[in-house]
Protein backbone atom coordinates (compact mmCIF):
# COMPACT_ATOMS: atom_id res chain seq x y z
CA UNK A 1 0.00 0.00 0.00
CA UNK A 2 3.04 2.25 0.61
CA UNK A 3 3.56 1.85 -3.06
CA UNK A 4 0.41 3.20 -4.06
CA UNK A 5 0.39 5.86 -1.58
CA UNK A 6 4.07 7.20 -2.68
CA UNK A 7 3.44 6.56 -6.55
CA UNK A 8 3.41 9.87 -8.85
CA UNK A 9 -0.69 10.10 -10.21
CA UNK A 10 1.77 11.63 -13.71
CA UNK A 11 2.74 8.27 -13.87
CA UNK A 12 -0.03 6.27 -13.68
CA UNK A 13 -2.48 8.36 -16.16
CA UNK A 14 -2.05 6.15 -19.30
CA UNK A 15 -2.52 3.24 -17.51
CA UNK A 16 -5.15 4.22 -15.28
CA UNK A 17 -6.93 6.14 -18.04
CA UNK A 18 -6.56 3.40 -20.44
CA UNK A 19 -7.88 0.50 -18.30
CA UNK A 20 -11.33 2.66 -17.35
CA UNK A 21 -11.79 2.70 -21.35
CA UNK A 22 -11.03 -0.71 -21.78
CA UNK A 23 -13.65 -1.90 -18.53
CA UNK A 24 -16.13 1.01 -19.40
CA UNK A 25 -16.02 -0.39 -23.17
CA UNK A 26 -15.83 -4.12 -22.57
CA UNK A 27 -18.13 -3.95 -19.60
CA UNK A 28 -21.07 -4.29 -22.70
CA UNK A 29 -19.71 -7.05 -24.26
CA UNK A 30 -17.17 -9.03 -22.45
CA UNK A 31 -19.82 -10.13 -19.54
CA UNK A 32 -21.54 -12.19 -22.13
CA UNK A 33 -18.57 -14.05 -23.69
CA UNK A 34 -16.88 -14.63 -19.90
CA UNK A 35 -20.61 -15.74 -18.21
CA UNK A 36 -20.88 -18.56 -21.05
CA UNK A 37 -17.44 -19.30 -20.70
CA UNK A 38 -17.01 -19.87 -16.67
CA UNK A 39 -20.52 -21.12 -16.30
CA UNK A 40 -19.63 -23.97 -19.01
CA UNK A 41 -16.24 -24.54 -17.56
CA UNK A 42 -17.56 -24.92 -14.19
CA UNK A 43 -21.28 -26.31 -14.67
CA UNK A 44 -21.42 -28.06 -17.97
CA UNK A 45 -23.01 -31.61 -18.00
CA UNK A 46 -24.25 -33.77 -20.58
CA UNK A 47 -27.14 -34.50 -18.30
CA UNK A 48 -28.76 -31.12 -18.76
CA UNK A 49 -31.72 -30.68 -21.07
CA UNK A 50 -31.47 -26.86 -21.07
CA UNK A 51 -29.11 -24.51 -19.15
CA UNK A 52 -30.24 -21.03 -18.78
CA UNK A 53 -28.34 -18.03 -17.99
CA UNK A 54 -30.43 -15.16 -16.43
CA UNK A 55 -29.75 -11.89 -17.69
CA UNK A 56 -29.06 -10.73 -13.84
CA UNK A 57 -25.70 -12.91 -14.21
CA UNK A 58 -24.46 -10.24 -17.42
CA UNK A 59 -25.80 -7.72 -15.59
CA UNK A 60 -24.01 -8.42 -12.48
CA UNK A 61 -20.49 -9.32 -14.40
CA UNK A 62 -20.97 -5.95 -16.16
CA UNK A 63 -21.56 -3.87 -13.12
CA UNK A 64 -18.37 -4.97 -11.43
CA UNK A 65 -16.27 -4.24 -14.50
CA UNK A 66 -18.32 -0.75 -14.33
CA UNK A 67 -17.15 -0.37 -10.57
CA UNK A 68 -13.74 -1.58 -11.09
CA UNK A 69 -13.08 1.69 -13.65
CA UNK A 70 -15.01 3.93 -11.04
CA UNK A 71 -12.43 3.03 -8.64
CA UNK A 72 -10.00 3.68 -10.51
CA UNK A 73 -10.89 7.05 -11.77
CA UNK A 74 -11.43 7.86 -8.26
CA UNK A 75 -8.32 6.76 -7.39
CA UNK A 76 -6.21 8.85 -9.81
CA UNK A 77 -8.61 12.12 -9.38
CA UNK A 78 -7.84 12.12 -5.42
CA UNK A 79 -4.54 11.11 -5.96
CA UNK A 80 -4.50 14.45 -8.53
CA UNK A 81 -6.08 16.64 -5.61
CA UNK A 82 -3.86 15.11 -3.32
CA UNK A 83 -0.69 16.06 -5.01
CA UNK A 84 -2.43 19.56 -6.47
CA UNK A 85 -3.14 20.40 -2.71
CA UNK A 86 0.63 18.73 -1.26
CA UNK A 87 -1.39 16.42 1.04
CA UNK A 88 -0.22 13.32 1.65
CA UNK A 89 -2.57 10.31 -0.37
CA UNK A 90 -4.88 8.43 2.49
CA UNK A 91 -7.18 6.64 0.82
CA UNK A 92 -5.40 3.62 -0.18
CA UNK A 93 -7.32 1.68 2.06
CA UNK A 94 -10.82 2.71 0.74
CA UNK A 95 -9.86 2.02 -2.94
CA UNK A 96 -8.34 -1.23 -2.39
CA UNK A 97 -11.53 -2.30 -0.03
CA UNK A 98 -13.93 -1.15 -3.54
CA UNK A 99 -11.89 -3.11 -5.73
CA UNK A 100 -11.95 -6.32 -3.14
CA UNK A 101 -15.82 -5.55 -3.34
CA UNK A 102 -15.97 -6.60 -6.51
CA UNK A 103 -14.87 -10.40 -6.12
CA UNK A 104 -17.88 -11.41 -4.88
CA UNK A 105 -20.09 -9.69 -7.33
CA UNK A 106 -18.00 -11.58 -10.00
CA UNK A 107 -18.40 -14.53 -8.00
CA UNK A 108 -22.73 -13.83 -7.42
CA UNK A 109 -22.93 -13.36 -11.21
CA UNK A 110 -21.24 -16.60 -11.95
CA UNK A 111 -23.08 -18.53 -9.98
CA UNK A 112 -26.45 -17.36 -11.00
CA UNK A 113 -27.99 -20.29 -13.30
CA UNK A 114 -30.76 -23.10 -13.30
CA UNK A 115 -30.82 -25.92 -15.35
CA UNK A 116 -33.51 -29.03 -15.69
CA UNK A 117 -32.29 -32.36 -15.99
CA UNK A 118 -33.70 -36.48 -15.54
CA UNK A 119 -33.44 -35.73 -11.67
CA UNK A 120 -35.97 -32.78 -11.40
CA UNK A 121 -35.61 -28.38 -11.82
CA UNK A 122 -32.24 -27.14 -10.58
CA UNK A 123 -31.36 -23.42 -9.82
CA UNK A 124 -28.74 -20.71 -7.80
CA UNK A 125 -29.96 -17.14 -6.73
CA UNK A 126 -27.69 -14.43 -7.39
CA UNK A 127 -26.83 -13.80 -3.85
CA UNK A 128 -26.34 -17.09 -3.20
CA UNK A 129 -23.38 -19.69 -3.56
CA UNK A 130 -25.90 -22.88 -3.28
CA UNK A 131 -27.59 -24.78 -5.43
CA UNK A 132 -31.75 -25.24 -4.87
CA UNK A 133 -33.11 -28.62 -6.09
CA UNK A 134 -37.08 -30.09 -6.32
CA UNK A 135 -36.98 -33.02 -7.75
CA UNK A 136 -39.85 -33.92 -10.17
CA UNK A 137 -41.85 -35.60 -8.11
CA UNK A 138 -41.30 -33.20 -5.13
CA UNK A 139 -42.63 -30.14 -6.85
CA UNK A 140 -46.17 -28.99 -5.49
CA UNK A 141 -46.46 -25.86 -7.56
CA UNK A 142 -45.86 -24.35 -10.75
CA UNK A 143 -46.71 -20.91 -11.82
CA UNK A 144 -45.45 -18.38 -13.91
CA UNK A 145 -45.42 -13.89 -13.70
CA UNK A 146 -47.20 -12.81 -16.49
CA UNK A 147 -48.01 -9.10 -17.64
CA UNK A 148 -51.61 -8.14 -17.40
CA UNK A 149 -51.87 -6.20 -20.70
CA UNK A 150 -49.71 -8.45 -22.85
CA UNK A 151 -49.99 -11.74 -21.78
CA UNK A 152 -46.40 -12.55 -21.71
CA UNK A 153 -44.71 -14.82 -19.58
CA UNK A 154 -41.78 -13.39 -17.14
CA UNK A 155 -41.09 -16.21 -15.66
CA UNK A 156 -41.77 -19.66 -14.03
CA UNK A 157 -41.83 -20.44 -10.90
CA UNK A 158 -41.33 -23.92 -9.80
CA UNK A 159 -42.16 -24.92 -6.04
CA UNK A 160 -42.34 -27.62 -3.24
CA UNK A 161 -43.12 -27.32 0.34
CA UNK A 162 -39.85 -25.47 1.48
CA UNK A 163 -38.04 -24.03 -1.99
CA UNK A 164 -38.73 -22.30 -5.24
CA UNK A 165 -36.83 -21.97 -8.29
CA UNK A 166 -36.82 -19.36 -11.16
CA UNK A 167 -36.69 -20.37 -14.16
CA UNK A 168 -36.51 -16.62 -16.57
CA UNK A 169 -38.86 -17.21 -19.60
CA UNK A 170 -37.94 -15.68 -23.05
CA UNK A 171 -40.06 -16.02 -25.64
CA UNK A 172 -37.84 -16.03 -28.52
CA UNK A 173 -36.03 -19.15 -26.91
CA UNK A 174 -37.66 -22.10 -28.68
CA UNK A 175 -35.50 -24.75 -27.03
CA UNK A 176 -36.87 -23.13 -22.77
CA UNK A 177 -40.41 -23.19 -24.34
CA UNK A 178 -40.40 -26.92 -25.59
CA UNK A 179 -38.86 -28.24 -22.27
CA UNK A 180 -41.26 -26.04 -20.08
CA UNK A 181 -44.60 -27.04 -22.20
CA UNK A 182 -42.75 -30.70 -22.03
CA UNK A 183 -42.56 -30.92 -18.46
CA UNK A 184 -45.45 -28.94 -18.12
CA UNK A 185 -47.91 -31.52 -19.96
CA UNK A 186 -45.75 -34.85 -19.00
CA UNK A 187 -46.55 -34.05 -15.23
CA UNK A 188 -50.16 -32.97 -15.77
CA UNK A 189 -49.32 -30.31 -13.78
CA UNK A 190 -51.46 -27.42 -13.49
CA UNK A 191 -49.96 -23.58 -14.18
CA UNK A 192 -50.94 -20.74 -11.87
CA UNK A 193 -50.82 -17.49 -13.53
CA UNK A 194 -49.96 -14.36 -10.89
CA UNK A 195 -49.83 -11.28 -12.56
CA UNK A 196 -46.92 -8.62 -12.42
CA UNK A 197 -48.29 -5.22 -11.59
Not at 21 to 40: E, K, Y
Not at 46 to 64: C, L, N, Q, T
Not at 114 to 121: L, M, T
Not at 136 to 147: A, I, L, N, T, Y
Amino acid sequence: MKFLRDIDADSLLPYILTSILLLLVSAFGIPGIAIIFIQDLLFFSYDHWIFIRPVESFKGFGIAMILIAVTLLSFLLTKFYMEKKDKEYKLTTIHLLLLVVTIPLFIFSVSHYAYFDSNGVHGNDFWSLSENNIAWDDVEEVSRVVDPRSRSVFSYHFSDSNTTIDIPYDTQDNRIKQIITEVINTNDWDVKDIYNE
